[in-house]
């Protein structure tokens, strides 16, 4: 008995830790159906070859690269040390593990297209119940919703058709980077639900999944969704450590510092550009920095390293040695922290050997500190720089794309297909109200506090924003990116932001019904008036993507220019909700398109009925 409540309660605590509540809940299982209709069970990036070859050589018992199981052994990322050939990103390898084991039992038990859609559909179900549960129609959503879910899975068997062979590595980290991207719209209903309530987080939420690219780069294994993830939990919990009524404050500090850990052992340069502004906000506005408190937070986000540790390990034989590969350093000056290794190179320091050996030790423990944030620093520089000199660079990545020239010629004749980051989001316009704050900013940095109403989550988030910005902005545009996915990350952080800002909260709490009826009509009446229109215009994928990137920008002017005046008035803030809603719409109208049709790769999309509609659509 006593086991049993136990149970039962750890199983309350880790539903609690995980998704908030039941909207929570349901704010993720929807995202996931979402990613998993639109999923393409295929290569989009060349990148990602060097990722599932890593997964099937540890699967195999090998850290190292021997035989490639997808395209080559130099596909972008592949890492060289020591003779051998390594894969990156084995944090997100080592967590696809089980997720691989899983479906290699399925596919031996089942047909694995089949179980697919049979899982799919699962998990729709699942949702709607739970849906029909919340919103007090639980018969409705049990006895309807199953019978559209069965016909829409007996059709999708009709339609069904092989996959040959089956990309098992690729699928698992497909379906981890998904699940990842599912938590950053419950993320960010949990932060603004924190703050401003529930219903402003719902709203919150459904902008960052419907109006943000995060559903296309969902299933894609790169890091970025990843990345957004973290920044969103980590923003979450610097806001539940500075309540001081709840009985997991200090314990929510330190989960921000074991995230942090653990998107190092994912992706070290980004989870220092997020460590670097959390450290600033944390320690600045803690309740509590004493010797004690912070010597706790030190071990903890050391023995959170510990994965990274074990990969030195495994790859150089020291875990306290780092390669080239995860942390930049000279040509033959591999670093190890017990002093053992020099660079050799007698003009970089000359002869430490004769030095005792915990000197030895201390000088390349202070090396290590200094060389990556004198990293970051310098990729900041660059990008202010950047900024300053080529003002047109960041225009054609953060406002408007087109056709450029010199980015094209780099790309060999690679034909153009790419968004801004408010092109594609043109949800973010709403951002613009806060500069009528930027006087009282002004003054709060004077007098080193936050200004009103602006927490410590809203400082992290907006510092790493600038951070991420200025770290990529200096090597941007690029050509054929689809939509801007370094800076991915930085949409869902100024998303969570936007909502926050008075005068555009005020009409989401007033109008939300009206957000989400102009959405539903933008995307299922106006989705289709850009068919028609596209259909019409014989347009090829390039300028289809700039009728969207035209028709993402007439919507943010309109919506940028509302946020200016719902500073001074409350007259037009039903017209605001209204755009907020077509903003969203015109985001999911294009990445509906674009993982449906532009991007369809072949017809890879693991739901036969969205193949066989992305066959249907006549476009060239």
């Known amino acids: 008995m006593i086991d049993r409540e136990r149970a039962t309660r750890l199983r309350g605590l880790s539903y609690r830790f995980l998704f908030g509540d039941r909207v929570g809940l349901l704010v993720f299982l929807g995202s996931l159906c979402l990613f998993l209709a639109l999923w393409r069970t295929a290569f989009l990036i060349n990148d990602s070859y060097t990722i599932a070859n890593g997964l099937a050589a540890v699967a195999d018992g090998n850290i190292a690269l021997t035989e490639p199981a997808y395209?080559?052994?130099?596909?972008?990322?592949?890492?060289?040390?020591?003779?051998?050939?390594?894969?990156?990103?084995?944090?997100?390898?080592?967590?696809?593990?089980?997720?691989?084991?899983?479906?290699?039992?399925?596919?031996?038990?089942?047909?694995?297209?089949?179980?697919?859609?049979?899982?799919?559909?699962?998990?729709?179900?699942?949702?709607?119940?739970?849906?029909?549960?919340?919103?007090g129609r639980e018969r409705l959503a049990r006895v309807g919703g199953g019978c559209v879910v069965a016909a829409v899975f007996l059709l999708n068997v009709a339609l069904v058709e092989p996959i040959s062979?089956?990309?098992?590595?690729?699928?698992?980290?497909?379906?981890?980077?998904?699940?990842?991207?599912?938590?950053?719209?419950?993320?960010?209903?949990?932060?603004?639900?924190?703050?401003?309530?529930?219903?402003?987080?719902?709203?919150?939420?459904i902008a960052v999944v419907a109006g943000t690219?995060?559903?296309?780069?969902?299933?894609?294994?790169?890091?970025?969704?990843?990345?957004?993830a973290v920044a969103l939990a980590v923003a979450l919990g610097l806001a539940y450590s500075r309540d001081a009524d709840r009985d997991w404050a200090f314990e929510a500090r330190a989960v921000c510092y074991v995230l942090l850990a653990l998107l190092a052992w994912i992706h070290a340069p980004e989870a220092l550009v997020?460590?670097?502004?959390?450290?600033?906000?944390?320690?600045?506005?803690?309740?509590?920095?004493?010797?004690?408190?912070?010597?706790?937070?030190?071990?903890?986000?050391?023995l959170a390293l510990v994965p990274l540790f074990v990969t030195n390990t495994l790859i150089t034989g020291d875990p306290l040695t780092v390669p080239r590969m995860l942390r930049t350093v000279g040509q033959g000056s591999d670093i190890s922290l017990t002093?053992?290794?020099?660079?050799?190179?007698?003009?970089?320091?000359?002869?430490?050997?004769?030095?005792?050996?915990?000197?030895?030790?201390?000088?390349?423990?202070?090396?290590?500190?200094?060389?990556?944030?004198?990293?970051l620093l310098g990729l900041v520089r660059r990008g202010i720089h950047s900024l300053q000199t080529d003002p047109t660079a960041a225009y054609r990545t953060l406002v408007r794309s087109?056709?450029?020239?010199?980015?094209?010629?780099?790309?060999?004749?690679?034909?153009?297909?790419?968004?801004?980051?408010?092109?594609?989001?043109?949800?973010?316009?709403t951002i613009v109200a806060a500069s009528t704050g930027l006087v009282a900013i002004k003054r709060s940095i004077e007098r080193r506090s936050l200004p009103d109403g602006v927490t410590s989550a809203d400082a992290f988030l907006a510092l790493t924003a600038v951070a991420l910005t200025l770290v990529y902005i200096g090597s941007l545009p690029l050509h054929a990116?689809?939509?801007?996915?370094?800076?991915?990350?930085?949409?869902?952080?100024?998303?969570?932001?936007?909502?926050?800002?008075?005068?555009?909260?005020?009409?989401?709490?007033?109008?939300?019904?009206?957000?989400?009826?102009?959405?539903?009509?933008?995307?299922?009446?106006?989705?289709?008036?850009?068919?028609?229109?596209?259909?019409?215009?014989?347009?090829g994928r390039a300028e289809a993507f700039q009728f969207h990137a035209v028709l993402g920008l007439a919507v943010a002017l309109a919506l940028g220019s509302w946020s200016l005046v719902s500073v001074a008035t409350e007259c037009f803030d039903r017209i605001g909700a209204a755009l907020f809603g077509l903003a969203l719409?015109?985001?999911?109208?294009?990445?509906?398109?674009?993982?449906?049709?532009?991007?369809?790769?072949?017809?890879a999309h693991a739901l036969p009925m969205v193949r066989t509609l992305a066959d249907a659509i006549p476009l060239r």
């Open 165 to 205: 062979p089956v990309p098992r590595h690729l699928l698992a980290l497909q379906l981890v980077h998904a699940t990842a991207g599912a938590f950053v719209g419950t993320l960010a209903y949990r932060l603004v639900s924190f703050t401003d309530g529930r219903r402003r987080g719902l709203v919150a939420a």
């Open 339 to 375: 002093g053992e290794l020099s660079s050799g190179d007698p003009s970089s320091g000359g002869d430490t050997t004769n030095l005792p050996r915990f000197v030895r030790v201390g000088i390349v423990l202070a090396q290590s500190a200094v060389e990556p944030l004198t990293k």
């Open 274 to 302: 997020l460590f670097v502004p959390f450290v600033l906000v944390d320690v600045s506005t803690a309740p509590d920095n004493g010797p004690r408190t912070l010597g706790v937070l030190g071990g903890v986000f050391l």
């Open 585 to 603: 719409a015109s985001s999911t109208a294009f990445v509906g398109f674009a993982a449906i049709e532009y991007f369809g790769l072949g017809g």
């Open 213 to 228: 690219p995060l559903a296309f780069w969902a299933t894609v294994p790169k890091r970025h969704v990843v990345t957004a």
């Open 402 to 429: 087109g056709y450029i020239e010199h980015v094209a010629d780099r790309a060999e004749g690679t034909p153009e297909a790419n968004l801004t980051l408010l092109e594609s989001s043109p949800v973010l316009a």
């Open 71 to 135: 395209g080559s052994l130099r596909s972008p990322g592949t890492n060289f040390y020591g003779g051998s050939t390594y894969s990156r990103n084995y944090g997100v390898i080592v967590l696809s593990l089980p997720v691989l084991y899983a479906l290699g039992g399925i596919e031996a038990v089942a047909d694995f297209p089949v179980a697919l859609v049979a899982l799919w559909s699962l998990l729709v179900y699942g949702t709607v119940l739970l849906a029909g549960r919340q919103f």
């Open 481 to 539: 990116q689809v939509t801007v996915r370094y800076l991915f990350p930085v949409a869902p952080i100024l998303v969570c932001l936007a909502v926050r800002l008075p005068p555009v909260g005020r009409a989401l709490d007033a109008h939300w019904r009206t957000v989400l009826w102009s959405w539903s009509a933008g995307v299922l009446i106006g989705g289709q008036l850009v068919l028609v229109a596209l259909v019409a215009l014989d347009v």
